[in-house]
């Protein structure tokens, strides 16, 4: 560090990621000059609280960014679209969470663990991309393996957690939960299905092809973080009625052949990883452990028998953490510490 102090804005500071980053923030070590929390409308006037001190929450306006080094977004596509340039423009980094920006070639598309010097390349836009959540914790866990034996294809099913779209559809399965369990009516406000007591084959909108855009994120974004459009990706994503953590079931096919046993001892003590993974004593990764830290948890680690190079896993974490806002709050560690 250069012994530089750096402002800081939240947008998005009042939602489920918003929230998240302040705390990421909290405890990071990215020395600060200040903090600025911004929202819509709706939130300005409230207040957050920072290191114990409480902090008002402004209006999101095209004039927010001036003085401000690094904008941390997760307010949704739209107001990223419309105001991330905004906060270039006035020399402020933005590290963005929502999918605006993320196959823009000018922008780099950042997991820290797996491509930390496409940091580098803020400079094309002033923008930096957080990968979907989905993607995130799927190119962590499989990282090591690719490095070593390259990845031909993946095939992944995803079980994702209701927070992922954000605090109003953590009320919505915590509301029709509480329902059906008094049997009493419930309401159905966020998705098209209830999600209590569900499975809803059905992430983000439906494109031309079959898939929804949530599955071909997971494709695109791939390919971009390897830098390596040869791998074949095919998603299935599905939402679960789980409140934090996404859990997948990721099968790849590598290009030289690795045994289970093999990437299990690969996999132990890399970056952002943790094996979890002992059957014979009922342990393997859970959404309930993943939540609340930052690891990404590898488990059911075996050989795919159907094919001479296949290996199928369990990955899981914490979709609102390094699925979200520690891996915003990562990528603008390495812009304070090694660009700024
Ligand atoms: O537009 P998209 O891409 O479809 O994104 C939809 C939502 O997905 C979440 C995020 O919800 C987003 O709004 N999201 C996006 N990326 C995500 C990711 N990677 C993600 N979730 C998980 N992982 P959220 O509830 O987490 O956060 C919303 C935040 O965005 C702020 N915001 C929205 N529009 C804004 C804006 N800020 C500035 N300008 C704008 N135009 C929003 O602030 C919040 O911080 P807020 O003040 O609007 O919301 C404060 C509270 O109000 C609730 N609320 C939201 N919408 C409404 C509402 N209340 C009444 N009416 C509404 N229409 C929020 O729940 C919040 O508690
Ligand atoms: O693209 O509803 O980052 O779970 C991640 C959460 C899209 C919506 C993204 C959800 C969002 C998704």
């Excluded at 390259?150 to 109003?168: F, H």
């Excluded at 919505?172 to 009493?184: G, W």
Aim: aromatic fraction near 8%; glycine fraction near 6%; charge should be negative.
């Amino acid at each position: 560090m250069s012994g530089k102090k750096f402002n800081i804005a939240i947008a998005g500071a009042t939602g489920a990621v918003g929230n998240q980053m302040i705390t990421c923030l909290e405890e990071s070590s990215i020395p600060l000059k200040s903090v600025r929390f911004l929202a819509s409308h709706r939130s300005a006037g409230s207040k957050l609280n920072f290191k114990g001190a409480s902090i008002d929450v402004e209006e999101l306006t095209e004039n927010s960014f001036k003085g401000v080094d690094i904008a941390l977004f997760s307010a949704g596509g739209g107001t990223s679209k419309k105001f991330a340039p905004f906060a270039a423009n006035d020399g402020c980094v933005v590290i963005d969470n929502s999918s605006a920006w993320r196959m823009d070639p000018d922008v780099p598309l950042v997991v820290p663990e797996v491509n930390p010097h496409a940091v580098a390349d803020y400079t094309n836009k002033g923008i930096i991309a957080n990968p979907n959540c989905s993607t995130i914790q799927m190119v962590v866990a499989i990282n090591p393996v690719y490095r070593k034996c390259g990845i031909r294809r993946i095939v992944v099913s995803t079980y994702q957690a209701v927070s992922g779209t954000g605090k109003k559809a953590i009320d919505e399965l915590f509301d029709q939960t509480r329902s059906m369990i008094n049997f009493a009516d419930y309401e159905i406000n966020v998705y098209p299905h209830r999600i209590a007591f569900n499975c809803l084959p059905h992430i983000d909108v439906f494109l031309e092809n079959g898939y929804t855009k949530e599955e071909m994120k997971m494709v695109n974004e791939t390919r971009k973080i390897f830098e390596d459009d040869s791998i074949g990706v095919t998603a299935t994503t599905v939402r679960v009625p789980v409140f934090y953590s996404h859990s997948e079931s990721v099968n790849i096919e590598t290009k030289e052949h690795i045994s289970a046993d093999e990437v299990k001892s690969l996999l132990e003590n890399k970056p952002g990883i943790k094996v979890v993974d002992d059957p014979a004593n009922n342990i393997y990764p859970l959404a309930i452990d993943a939540a609340g830290q930052d690891l990404t948890l590898v488990g059911r680690i075996r050989n795919d028998e159907s094919i001479p190079n296949g290996i199928n896993m369990w990955i899981v974490a914490d979709n609102i953490r390094k699925g979200a806002a520690t891996n915003t709050v990562q990528i603008a560690e390495i812009l304070a510490d090694k660009y700024l």
